[in-house]
């Protein structure tokens, strides 16, 4: 077991084939990520100690390539690690809370967006508010970063909206698959990176 820490006080353990992103998300302190394939950038780290190992591309911005910058969906711990999360992290993350969640509805919003309304459980004491960021996971296990648009407290619904031509690895589903009853689950609520984009 591998232990992975921040400079920003998180820290939490990397089992067996985990990516670092993956180990955060499954330890309740998501880092922040969006496409979880290496082409964001969102989920990038300063490796300040520790060995660690990449297993796909890493689409890292230019002018971080030559530092010791990684991407943390792309990359696992080969022995206890120390990261600096980037610019725009938070401080200190607050514990995020997984809960089931209903698509209750699917509208077109624009030419090339989505509305995604989703119910939360009657019992549900976490308070999302507008601009926070979440973490939907799919029933297969995919998973996208969104911010929230807007909140219905009557109703325990959130809403979302999505544009078609987004990098997050949840796109396909959204725009193909998804109906509305489709059962999927919230992880959240995220910290707000200050230069995070209005849609995601
Ligand atoms: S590059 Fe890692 S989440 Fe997008």
């Not at 990261?83 to 090339?112: E, F, T, Y």
């Not at 987004?166 to 230069?195: C, I, R």
């Amino acid at each position: 077991m591998i232990k992975i820490s921040t400079s920003q006080g998180l820290e939490f353990v990397q089992q067996h084939g985990q990516s670092i992103l993956d180990a955060s998300i499954a330890a309740g302190y998501p880092i922040l990520h969006s496409c979880r394939s290496g082409r964001c950038g969102l989920c990038k780290a300063k490796l300040v100690a520790g060995d660690t190992q990449c297993y796909r591309r890493e689409a890292l911005p230019a002018a971080l390539s030559q530092g010791s910058w990684i991407l943390t969906c792309s990359r696992s711990a080969l022995s206890d690690v120390q990261l600096d999360l980037a610019s725009g992290q938070p401080m200190r993350m607050a514990k995020a809370v997984k809960l089931p969640c209903v698509i209750r509805q699917l509208a077109d919003h624009g030419p090339d967006g989505l509305l995604v309304s989703l119910q939360l459980p009657l019992v549900c004491r976490t308070r999302y508010q507008p601009g926070q960021r979440l973490c939907v996971l799919s029933a297969a296990g995919v998973s996208g970063t969104y911010q929230v648009a807007a909140v219905l407290p009557e109703q325990r619904q959130i809403q979302l909206r999505l544009a078609r031509h987004s990098d997050s690895a949840l796109q396909h589903y959204w725009f193909t698959e998804a109906k509305v009853d489709d059962v999927l689950s919230v992880l959240g609520p995220l910290a707000v990176p200050d230069d995070a984009a209005g849609a995601d």
